[in-house]
C-alpha cells in the first residue's frame, strides 16, 4: 500500500474544497469544526499508514487510532457527502485494518463524486484512488480488474513512478511484457533510482542492471 503521501494531498485537496453544505452535520457543525477534524484524522493515521507503507504491521495502539480515526472520517462524510476525500481517507483507513472489501467499497463510493473537471491535486488524489483499487485488485490475484484499475492510474498521472511500475507489476502477471518494459522504461527515466522499478525491470530481463 503506497498511502502515506496520499492522505496529506488528499487534506490539501479536502481543505481547499469544503464550506457550507445544506446536509445536517453529525457531530460537525461547521467549517472550522470541519478542518479541525482533519487535523485530528491526520495526526491519528499518519503512523499507521507509514506502518502499513513499510510492510510492517501495526501495533494495537495503532489500530485503537485508525479506529477512532475511523469514526471521525464517518462524521466528515456526514457533515459534506458528496466530497469525494473523506472516503478515500475511509478507504486508506479501512485498508490499513486488513479490512480490504470494505475499503474498496469507500474508494468506489469516493469515486462517484470526483468532480468532472479535475484540478491538478485532484488527479493525482483520483490517480492514486485508482492504483490502491488496482493493489486490491491484484492482491485478490484479480488481475484483469487490477489492470483496467492501474490503466487508470496511469491515464491521470503518467509522471507518478510508483504508479508507472504498480502498472507494470500488473501486466507482468498478464504476461504483457512489451507493456510492462514500457511502463518500467518510464519509471525510470522519472526516478533513474528506484528500487522497485529496478527490480522489476530485473525480473523481465535478468541481464538488466
Do not use: W
Not at 479535475?118 to 483499487?133: G, T
Request: net charge neutral.
Amino acid at each position: 500500500m503506497r498511502a502515506n503521501g496520499l492522505i496529506f494531498g488528499l487534506l490539501a485537496v479536502l481543505c481547499c474544497s469544503c464550506g457550507p453544505n445544506d446536509a445536517p452535520g453529525n457531530l460537525i457543525r461547521d467549517n472550522d469544526q470541519y478542518v479541525a477534524t482533519l487535523g485530528q484524522v491526520a495526526d491519528l493515521t499518519r503512523g499507521p499508514f507509514a506502518a502499513v507503507h513499510d510492510g510492517h504491521p501495526i501495533s494495537d495502539n495503532e489500530r485503537r487510532d485508525l479506529t477512532k480515526a475511523e469514526k471521525m472520517i464517518e462524521s466528515l462524510i456526514a457533515y459534506k457527502p458528496d466530497n469525494y476525500g473523506p472516503y478515500i481517507l475511509k478507504g486508506l483507513t479501512l485498508r490499513a485494518l486488513d479490512r480490504p472489501k470494505e475499503a474498496e467499497r469507500a474508494y468506489k463510493q469516493g469515486l462517484l463524486y470526483t468532480p468532472q473537471t479535475m484540478k491538478p491535486e485532484d488527479k493525482i488524489a483520483v490517480s492514486q484512488i485508482y492504483d490502491e483499487i488496482a493493489t486490491l485488485y491484484f492482491e485478490q490475484q484479480n488481475y484483469a480488474q487490477a489492470e483496467e484499475h492501474a490503466d487508470k492510474a496511469v491515464s491521470l498521472s503518467a509522471d507518478n513512478p510508483s504508479v508507472l511500475a504498480n502498472a507494470a507489476s500488473v501486466k507482468i502477471q498478464l504476461n504483457k511484457l512489451d507493456e510492462a518494459r514500457k511502463l518500467l522504461t518510464q519509471a525510470a527515466k522519472l526516478d533513474p533510482n528506484d528500487a522497485r522499478t529496478k527490480q522489476l525491470q530485473r525480473l523481465i530481463d535478468p541481464a538488466a542492471k
